[in-house]
């Protein structure tokens, strides 16, 4: 990859190669963890590092628009390298939304992978995703302040969120099925994902559990789809049982 990616750590560099591995969402960068990665990094005693993807962030710009299956290429070319690069040999991924599929494909094709905590993960469209994505995407054309907002975490806004959206909302993306990837996982799985996510059911936590026997499972009441930042102390709770 000839980009270069905006990237932070939190503790000591990893002595063994073993560290947790951030991946964000779809609108996500590093900054936008918040005090995540400083907390999570505390509770468990283990290296974190997050890295914003290409688009993202202060990352370089990405090639627009997507190909439909940019999230298998960012699992299966990308971030291989970027692991490389930070000498993680045995990644502990910990990924949310779209990065959580990121991390469940790279999961069922690299054996290196030491577990994988899957929030609000994706692998197939929905409805009810899709109707809020537009609704988002609607909202994000008719208010400049929204476009502000984002100015304050990605380098290029307009295109960050375009990227995201466009993706999403292309015609021939109802057709995205990605749950075969998850045939191939055999690290520790848990999947978490708020009750009242609104942007997907509960038919995505139930795909992890139909393909991987020994996932675990924890739904959140009374949470939408960042449960790590509206209930982190008791996702951090239990990324920190799964650790250890």
Request: aromatic share 8%.
């Amino acid at each position: 990859m000839d980009k270069r990616l905006e990237y932070r750590c939190w503790g000591a560099p990893p002595t063994n190669g073993r560290a947790i591995v951030l991946l964000h969402e779809g609108l996500g960068c590093v900054a936008l963890w918040r005090d995540f990665p400083d907390n999570l990094h505390t509770a468990t005693g283990m290296p974190v590092m997050a890295y914003s993807r290409a688009g993202y962030g202060q990352s370089d710009p990405d090639d627009l628009p997507r190909p439909l299956d940019w999230m298998t290429t960012e699992a299966i070319m990308v971030l291989p390298e970027v692991l490389e690069a930070c000498r993680i040999s045995r990644p502990f991924l910990v990924g949310h939304s779209d990065g959580a599929t990121i991390a469940a494909i790279y999961a069922g094709f690299q054996p290196e992978a030491e577990a994988a905590v899957l929030i609000a993960p994706h692998f197939f469209t929905e409805e009810r995703g899709l109707l809020e994505i537009a609704r988002t995407d609607a909202q994000f054309r008719g208010e400049a302040d929204m476009a502000k907002r984002m100015g304050k975490y990605h380098r290029d806004p307009q295109a960050t969120f375009s990227g995201w959206a466009d993706a999403w909302l292309d015609p021939d993306f109802r057709q995205w099925h990605v749950e075969a990837a998850l045939e191939g996982i055999e690290c520790p799985v848990l999947a978490i994902q708020g009750r009242q996510d609104q942007y997907g059911t509960l038919a995505q936590i139930d795909a992890v559990s139909r393909n991987v026997d020994h996932a675990k499972v924890l739904i959140v009441e009374e949470c939408q789809h960042t449960p790590h930042l509206e209930h982190p102390d008791a996702v951090i709770a239990a990324i920190s049982q799964f650790v250890h």
